[in-house]
């Protein structure tokens, strides 16, 4: 499995962050493919938004709708999140995950590729 993010980093609130994953051509899924948080001291990873690969369509929680935007560049093989008015309960460190089959996006168990993970912190 080969899922990298960068991008991460400080910043106050209102500020914007553009998280990357580089996914290799090998780690693509024909479900979905998105972005994962789990908040300090959380052990559940909540979904932030995702793409369903065969038709293009995206998907993101009500929480970051209107300031996360979520895209696949195909010609650079990467993932982006663009994050605007951060705010400091967006903090968490923040995973690309890619699934092979269909079902609800938010469920993390349909996921069977992770990155690393990036961590996002944002202060008031």
């Known amino acids: 499995v080969q899922l990298v993010e960068s991008g991460g980093g400080s910043v106050q609130a209102g500020g914007s962050l553009k998280l990357s994953c580089v996914v290799s051509?090998?780690?693509?899924?024909?479900?979905?493919i998105g972005w994962f948080r789990q908040a300090p001291g959380e052990k559940t990873h909540e979904g932030v938004a995702a793409i369903w690969i065969p038709n293009g369509m995206t998907y993101d929680s009500a929480s970051v709708k209107g300031r996360f935007t979520i895209s696949l560049d195909n010609a650079k093989n990467t993932l982006d999140l663009q994050m605007n008015n951060l705010k400091p309960e967006d903090t968490a460190m923040y995973h690309c995950a890619a699934a092979q089959s269909g079902g609800v996006w938010y469920n993390s168990y349909l996921y069977d590729g992770w990155g690393q993970g990036t961590q996002v912190t944002v202060s008031s």
């Open positions: 051509e090998y780690t693509y899924r024909s479900g979905y």
